[in-house]
Every structure is written in structure tokens, then in C-alpha cells.
């Protein structure tokens, strides 16, 4: 009987420990050049085919009120810090190696991170 409690009770825990993981939820966070809010289908633009995005807005989280600047660094560098464009910059394109990103953020908070395509900060 000790036995058999040595080798149930463990197994009767297990599921307590491996859901006690912190789930987090999905993050996609894409920054497009040259794209204009009327170039979704989600948003109903009719000229461009995104059916990938569309699906993507309809069972995400949508941020439908945005500015950018005219050029794309500086939307960059203010959505990845949250700094004011008059005071993102070390130099033109150049981001302060000491900012904190969003990319640091979710790290601590757990995340992995991932960058790809056009950087340019």
C-alpha cells in the first residue's frame, strides 16, 4: 500500500504543477511600410487582397485610433519605446541602445521575441 501512495500521489499532483505554468496569450505585432488603413479587408478596403490579416483582426485585438509619422523610422522607434518623436533619437535612426522596448517588456514579463523583416532602428 506505501508503494502504491509513493507512485498515485505524484501522479494524482502532476496536473496541479503542469497547469500552474504561466499561459500567456499570442503577441503578433506587425509594422508595415506604405500601408494605409484602407488597404485591409478588415478594415473595408476592396483594392488589396488580405485575407491572412483579415482573419488575423477578426479574432485579435484591433487599434483603430494611430498616428505615424511621414517616414517609418520614427513610427518605429515610438511604438517600440513609447517615446515622444521629438525624443526618440540619439541621432537621426539611430535609437538609444539604453531605451527600453516593448521587446524587453514582454521578455521580463515572460515572453520570447522575435524580429524579422525590415529593422532599420
Request: glycine share 10%; aromatic share 10%; net charge positive.
Amino acid at each position: 500500500m506505501n508503494n502504491l501512495f509513493k507512485i498515485l500521489f505524484p501522479l494524482l499532483l502532476a496536473p496541479y504543477f503542469l497547469g500552474a505554468a504561466k499561459k500567456h496569450p499570442n503577441l503578433v505585432l506587425i509594422m508595415a511600410d506604405d500601408m494605409g488603413y484602407e488597404c485591409l479587408g478588415a478594415n473595408g478596403g476592396a483594392d488589396y487582397k488580405t485575407p491572412f490579416l483579415d482573419s488575423l483582426a477578426a479574432g485579435g485585438m484591433r487599434f483603430e485610433h494611430a498616428h505615424s509619422q511621414p517616414i517609418c523610422t520614427p513610427s518605429r522607434v515610438k511604438i517600440m519605446t513609447g517615446i515622444s518623436n521629438a525624443r526618440n533619437y540619439v541621432r537621426f535612426g539611430l535609437l538609444d541602445p539604453r531605451a527600453t522596448t516593448f521587446g524587453n517588456i514582454i521578455q521580463k514579463a515572460g515572453y520570447k521575441t522575435c524580429i524579422a523583416g525590415k529593422w532599420q532602428l
